[in-house]
Every structure is written in structure tokens, then in C-alpha cells.
Nanobody
């Protein structure tokens, strides 16, 4: 069974840092990404890493967040610095197969930033 399992969410204060992880099981993905969904809002892209290493970030997190992958561990990470309350939401791990036909989502991990 293909699974994406996130970990590392939690409650932090504004200005602090937090790292979240996602491990993929039973599939190696071409593109992996992090999305987030705040209460009452649509799910939005936070950061994406394409096959080959190119990255893309939402304007709101540029300079504060970094996405990275560990091929040996089949994992993707999101390093979040200088967090602000607007970063609060459920963060979802996303994986797309190399041929682009299949997409998978993790169950999400809650990140809460207090002011």
C-alpha cells in the first residue's frame, strides 16, 4: 500500500522554527510537495520539489521555509523559520509519480503558531 506519513507538527510561538517530515512507503515519487489548509480556506501549495531538484515556493513563505528531500530515506522535509500566525494550518504531504498519472496525499499534521 502506498502511504505518505507526516510527523513533526505542533504548537509554537511566532518567530520560532519548526520542522516537519514526510516519509513515503512503497513508492518513489518524482515530485513531492507540502500543502497547507487553514480553517475555512482552500488547500494551498507551500513548497514543491520537482524531480531533478528544482523548487517552488509560495510567495508568503519565500525566505522563511525550505523544502528538502532525502532519497535514501524516501522522505521530504519542510524547515520552517520565523513562523507567523498566518502559517497556522494542517500541512499535507503530496507525492506525484514520475509519469504524472498518480497523486497521493498524507493524512496531514497540524501546525499552530500563536502570537
Amino acid at each position: 500500500q502506498v502511504k505518505l506519513v507526516e510527523s513533526g507538527g505542533g504548537l509554537v510561538q511566532a518567530g520560532e522554527s519548526l520542522n516537519i517530515s514526510c516519509k513515503a512507503y512503497n513508492r518513489i515519487f518524482g515530485t513531492m510537495a507540502w500543502y497547507r489548509q487553514a480553517a475555512g480556506n482552500q488547500r494551498e501549495l507551500v513548497a514543491k520539489m520537482f524531480n531533478g531538484g528544482m523548487t517552488d515556493y509560495a510567495d508568503s513563505v519565500k525566505g522563511r521555509f525550505t523544502i528538502s528531500r532525502d532519497g535514501a530515506k524516501n522522505a521530504v522535509y519542510l524547515y520552517m523559520n520565523n513562523l507567523i500566525p498566518e502559517d497556522t494550518g494542517v500541512y499535507y504531504c503530496y507525492g506525484q509519480t514520475f509519469n504524472g498519472r498518480d497523486e497521493y496525499w498524507g493524512q496531514g499534521t497540524q501546525v499552530t503558531v500563536s502570537s
